[in-house]
């Protein structure tokens, strides 16, 4: 194996570990990136904008530190989404409005991930806006699945996923509000983490409190995946809602080996259709804590209001947020993007409070439920990765859906419940496409989470599966 194929294979502790001995520089780790993504890349489009000189001077800057006072990355490169500020850098937003915006400063989440010593190198690749769980523009065009270069990667954080599971990052940024950071992961077969709010503190826009949309990690396996939540984590006075950092590192408790005793699986939340050999998938390796001596139940939490509180409270987020682009700019925004605007200008003060009512209701049973399981698990997306070609789900064993994003009901009433949940490669699907286990445990409940993930992770065996070639459709 090649020295470069040898760091590409290796995990992104290993790799912190390898700049902090010395063994290898961050300078070295950017060489090997881009001679990774001149090679890929263009079979998979993860990472179209690239400022490897920006990432050089900042390497060479951290490495006039003494090994050891580089921060908790020391040194580790890692892409960030681009709807993401970086100083300096293009933000399309996936949209031609903002085709040759450069970043005037970069989001606090950019830069406590430098304070900790990353190295920012890329942006990756999202639909525009964000909106739709699968990732395309008119700017750059669709990423496609590594595992089948004809499927959806899915979205929003679509270019994390695939750099991740084709060796172009050990560690990528994204962002989530249904299921951004989930649902990808399950698609491409990476680890991807929605943290609780205010776990992981970001520039406010629009709206101090607005938080549907969380900042995150992912990450190849769970021991990384809690590496970078840790350099993400903290409070910062410009963010309101942001968490101070915990006593106990989030890689420790990953590491600890704690296992939860009491875990609930529900195939479908009660809320939506799933696809037969996900849920097959799903339930078995669910039931596999039992080999770590846990109570595993069919059960779940009442989350019936959540296609109706997420539509309501998704469309107000879209109109708080891009109405001025609806005025000045309608002809450059796709269908779906102009459908959530508009969505949002019709609602009442009275769907806005009903909606309201029906998240606390919702955040308040989960937190009743989580009394008596540590952890609920379900698919992570109701369906395998589907033809790149296809906008969104429109119907799935059957029922076809009322709008673009119902078929991401079992992640986004999660969210709706303010629960950390990640997504953890569980199995594949006869035509050898990954599926994702969705992991949910109590609002701020990261650490036990992490812990869990890690057991389920050991005994699944499915760690080293990636980094792989893309490959073509069979």
């Not at 595992?147 to 996923?161: I, Q, Y």
């Not at 875990?263 to 799903?282: C, M």
């Not at 303010?418 to 050898?432: E, I, K, N, R």
């Amino acid at each position: 194996m090649s020295s470069d194929q040898a760091l590409i294979r290796s995990t992104a502790c290993a790799v912190v570990d390898k700049l902090n001995s010395g063994e290898v520089t961050p300078l070295d780790l950017l060489d090997v990136l881009e001679r990774r993504i001149a090679e890929v890349d263009r079979q998979v489009n993860a990472l179209p904008i690239l400022c490897f000189d920006r990432a050089r001077k900042q390497a060479q800057a951290l490495m006039q530190k003494p090994k050891g006072h580089r921060g908790l990355l020391a040194g580790m490169p890692i892409p960030i989404k681009d709807l993401t500020n970086v100083e300096g850098v293009r933000t399309t937003q996936g949209s031609p409005i903002f085709r040759d915006t450069l970043a005037a400063n970069s989001d606090i989440v950019v830069e406590r991930l430098e304070d900790n010593g990353a190295v920012i190198y890329a942006k990756s690749n999202t639909p525009e806006f964000g909106a739709g769980a699968n990732t395309f523009n008119e700017v750059f065009g669709a990423t496609r699945n590594p595992w089948d270069t004809s499927r959806s990667a899915s979205g929003s954080s679509g270019g994390a996923a695939v750099s991740l599971a084709t060796g172009m990052a050990w560690l990528a940024h994204g962002t989530d509000m249904g299921g951004s950071l989930r649902n990808p992961a399950s698609f491409c077969g990476v680890v991807g983490l929605r943290p609780s709010i205010g776990r992981v503190a970001h520039t406010p826009a629009f709206k101090i409190d607005r938080n549907l949309t969380v900042h995150g990690p992912m990450a190849r396996n769970v021991e990384d995946l809690a590496l970078l939540l840790d350099a993400m984590s903290g409070e910062h006075p410009a963010d309101p809602l942001s968490l101070p950092v915990l006593p106990s590192s989030f890689l420790s408790t990953a590491r600890s080996g704690k296992k939860p005793r009491r875990i609930a699986y529900s195939s479908d939340l009660g809320i939506t259709p799933v696809d037969p050999q996900v849920a097959a998938i799903t339930r078995k390796a669910a039931f596999q804590f039992a080999e770590a001596g846990a109570i595993v139940e069919e059960a779940h939490p009442d989350l019936n209001e959540a296609h109706e509180c997420f539509h309501v409270l998704r469309a107000f987020d879209f109109a708080v947020s891009k109405v001025a682009l609806l005025r000045k700019h309608r002809d450059q925004l796709k269908p779906e993007v102009i459908w959530n605007i508009e969505e949002g200008l019709k609602l009442s003060v009275e769907q806005i409070e009903r909606a309201e009512a029906q998240r606390l209701a919702m955040t308040q049973r989960a937190l009743e439920f989580f009394k008596t399981y540590d952890l609920l698990l379900s698919p992570a997306t109701i369906v395998a990765p589907f033809p790149v070609e296809n906008r969104y789900v429109a119907e799935c064993a059957g029922k076809k859906f009322d709008n673009y994003v119902q078929w991401l009901g079992i992640v986004y009433a999660i969210t709706l419940a303010c629960c950390p949940a990640l997504s953890l490669p569980c199995g594949f699907t006869t035509s050898g496409l990954p599926v994702g286990l969705q992991m949910v445990a109590r609002p701020r409940g990261e650490a036990p989470l992490l812990a869990g993930a890690k057991v389920l992770e050991d005994i699944l065996g499915l760690r080293g599966t990636i980094p792989i070639e893309p490959k073509s459709a069979p």
